[in-house]
């Protein structure tokens, strides 16, 4: 099942596409002590929300492990990723062979992708099975509270279907801008639906960012 609340967001400026430039730059920088904060946005009240702190703390050849924890907010979590920022687990949810939603290089205007998975929720139990279309619409230039930054448009489309009872699914529409220069996005407004009714609607904007001195 698709929980994409925590995710990040939204802003352009049009320009040409400069693929070679930004496969250069997505080629598995992330290290230890690399860190992004994200303000979270309910886009139905119009209020904001929560105040994400993302920290890598562990870098393996197969695995990006990532602390997530809430400003002003006791605890966190563990989140694996691969090195195209595709969920590999959380502490609710395992995806086989992940969630779908990260990138595929190099990056250009045009390049689509489509991906199949299952996942389970590992304190509740119960399985999914997912689609995951993904397509490159645009790269621009994107102003955020954390600078100006290149960035491609990622679009996505999630549709995940019970599989003990096909007639629940829930779909998840999110477009997404991901900045090579920091190798993570950096803005994002993600949509849920439920039977085809939209029970939420997330936007997310990268506030800050750094690596460890």
């Known amino acids: 099942m698709i929980r994409l609340a ?3 967001l939204a802003g352009m400026a049009a320009m ?15 290290q230890v002590g690399d860190h992004w904060t994200i303000d979270t946005r309910d886009e139905l009240t119009g209020s904001p929300t929560d105040t994400f702190v993302r920290l ?10 990532v602390r997530s924890s809430v400003r002003g907010k006791g605890g966190f979590s563990l989140i694996v990723f691969d090195h195209s ?6 502490p609710q949810t395992k995806w086989k062979p992940n969630d779908g939603q990260g990138i595929q290089v190099p990056l250009v205007v045009g390049k689509e992708w ?18 995951v279309a993904s397509k490159v619409t645009d790269q621009a230039k994107i102003m ?31 477009v997404n801008w991901y900045a090579p220069q920091v190798n993570f996005w950096v803005r994002r407004i ?20 750094g690596r460890k001195l």
């Open 16 to 30: 040409g596409p400069r693929p070679l430039a930004a496969q250069a730059q997505t080629e598995n920088t992330v």
């Open 144 to 174: 955020t509270a954390a600078g100006m930054f290149d960035a491609f448009r990622i679009e996505e489309r999630v549709r995940d279907v019970n599989s003990a009872d096909p007639s629940r699914y829930q779909e998840v529409e999110s």
């Open 56 to 65: 890598v703390t562990q870098v393996s050849p197969n695995e990006i492990i």
């Open 190 to 209: 993600i949509t849920t639906f439920s039977q085809k009714r939209v029970s939420s609607k997330i936007s997310a904007e990268l506030v800050d960012f």
């Open 6 to 8: 925590v995710a990040l």
């Open 85 to 90: 920022w595709n969920r590999i687990e959380d």
């Open 114 to 131: 489509r991906t199949e998975l299952e996942s389970r929720n590992t304190q509740a139990g119960g399985g999914w099975k997912g689609t």
